[in-house]
DNA sequence: GTGAAAGCGCTAACAT
DNA sequence: ATGTTAGCGCTTTCAC
């Protein structure tokens, strides 16, 4: 069913049908009664316009892309959901793509997005490491907000977690409760803004108290090894010639294999008394036994937040670049 | 940029130029010099067609719509990141939608992707509870693909877990292990044919084993009141007159609850030596003290087949209605 | 108040 | 082997 053939059925033109239909019937002086006739036979023969036609005359698709690490992951999972439902109620939709924080995923897809799939902006969790391909000309007319991770050297929109701070709250906790001797489980390679800041607010808390950063306690993990390299580590911790009272893990899912490795009964012992504590709050932490402390992290305002401020930037089409830093909350059980 | 001035450009005509692009040069017998020098100039002068001149034109949009419970759902956000993944493999993008299992928002949902945004292709885990809305004639161009739960007298195309037989087998295996007090933890409302068939299985299991099926045992838990309805039911388990010996759950996230409520001295003795199991399996069960048996649900196989029944059905635009059963696998700890 | 007609950028049937 | 042309279904300027 076209335009067209409802113009037929109703003896008006396809113009007025069409005006009518964009809330424009006042503005072209078009009588009430006219429109509701056109409203009603709408409603009742569920006409709707052709999308691709009506894009390619307006050049707007209603659409929008997100590109995450991986929707399989519960942060970016929950992140998602709540861009979606924000898109949704402005009568947006949302395509996702994991980039498995593949360069050249990510920088495919977004091609594929702005040129092929004609995305009215993008929401992106980058993996890139210098700003340039973004910088390109050919995608200045897509407006793009950053989540989640910074660009260096990139003015542009961003919504992130406040990491440097959030991590410095925990670790300044840890030592306001007499935790003083504080090893720190970092991810290898360290180039995403996320865990640097992490990793630097750790630090700082440590000297804002007068604390030394022991390089020998902090960790570095890479997350394909992921449980050999905790082995190590904790092999290294239970080894050295000071003993650690506490454990500050800079990732749930790292936290999560360690809580794993800490089973076994090499070390279930030695740490038994160290007191664990996460960037990232996850349901696990409520169930298992240990009590740990963490951060909850506003996934739903990060996405809600995101996802507006796209809309604004479309909708207004002209707007200086923000960045919005939102705090985690501290849960210490 | 746009075809008319790569056309102007290279001296070729659009025509010729969309030939090629579409890989008809050989079909329609352009040398292969010129296809070269086409193709050349559209990678150094980054020429994409624009994608809703082509979708009008040719009525495909090489977009899926996928729309689940609730993306943030750790089930269904690895589905559709399987999902995704084998539809950009395949020239596909995939937009999703969150029902929150919402009977009117699932409509509005299809309507919206069939009508005006002019999927290809759907894929959806309905909560409805009849079938005619998907019978309606306006429908019937689009294909979809139901995953994950079935919809009464609705004859199509289902990719699903084999809930009945995993249910089963989790149950027999306890039996085999000389558990014979069994008491189950279903879902209420029982309206979706998941669960209805995951509590048969329980059922079935017993009476093969020549067991009793206890009404006391089986206790429903509203997703709503969850922590309340656990309380109660494991009360109740506790003061009545015979004892459980295994307790089987029929979702990770009631599960997960009971281990938290678990935790409550009141409970904690004497659910101690209970055995639990629980239909599907999550991450908690390998961290958490407890040894739990689960079985696993191919998430990412759910995911693959069911995009890859729709590309088929999209692509041979012909084809009889298909059901896939995916079989669980048993975890025993 | 309402309608005719041009054209968004592409594809494919039909020339040549 | 390559070009001409007629739309796909909608929006919007301009004319009545």
Redesign the interface.
């Known amino acids: 069913l076209q335009l067209e053939d409802l113009a037929e059925r109703l003896g008006y033109s396809k113009t007025l049908i069409s005006m009518v239909l964009n809330g424009k019937g006042n503005h072209y002086g078009i009588s009430k009664k006219t429109q509701a006739i056109v409203l009603d036979a709408v409603t009742k023969l ?1 006409y ?6 009506k ?2 005359r307006t050049g707007k ?1 209603y ?1 929008v892309g997100l590109i995450v690490t ?5 942060f970016y ?2 992140i ?2 709540s861009i ?2 924000t898109l ?1 109620e402005n009568g947006y ?6 980039s498995n924080d593949d360069d050249e995923k990510e920088k495919l897809l977004v ?2 997005m702005i ?4 995305v009215d902006g993008l929401i992106v969790v980058s993996a890139l490491k210098v700003p340039s391909f973004y910088q390109q000309k ?1 995608f200045e007319k897509t407006p793009i907000i950053f989540i989640d991770r910074i660009l260096p050297l990139h003015k542009t929109n961003y919504v992130v977690i406040d990491n440097y701070g959030g991590s410095m709250e925990i670790v300044n906790h840890l030592i306001t409760h007499n935790f003083t001797q504080i090893s720190c489980f970092c991810l290898t390679p360290m180039d995403l803004s996320a865990f640097e800041d992490r990793l630097n607010g750790y630090k700082a808390a440590l000297l804002k108290n007068g604390l030394n950063v022991e390089e020998a306690f902090i960790k570095r993990i890479n997350f394909s090894d992921c449980d050999c390299d905790i082995e190590l580590s904790l092999t290294a911790l239970m080894e050295a010639n000071k003993k650690l009272d506490a454990l500050f893990i800079l990732d749930s899912r790292i936290a ?1 294999s360690v ?2 490795n800490l ?1 076994k009964k090499e070390f279930s012992d030695y740490f038994s008394d160290v007191k664990i504590a996460c960037f990232d709050d996850i ?2 932490f ?4 240990r009590p740990i402390i963490s951060n909850i992290q506003p996934t739903q305002e990060m996405g809600k937040i995101s996802a507006q401020l796209l809309l604004d930037i479309i909708n207004e089409s002209q707007r200086s670049k923000s960045t919005v830093v939102l705090s985690t909350k501290l849960i210490d059980r």
Chains 1, 2 share one sequence.
């Open positions: 569920d709707a316009p052709n999308k691709f036609a894009a390619l698709s659409f991986d929707i399989a992951n519960m999972a929950q998602a959901k979606e439902a949704f939709g949302l395509m996702v793509f994991s091609e594929m040129n092929q799939q004609g050919r999560t809580l794993k089973k349901e696990l409520t169930v298992i036994n």
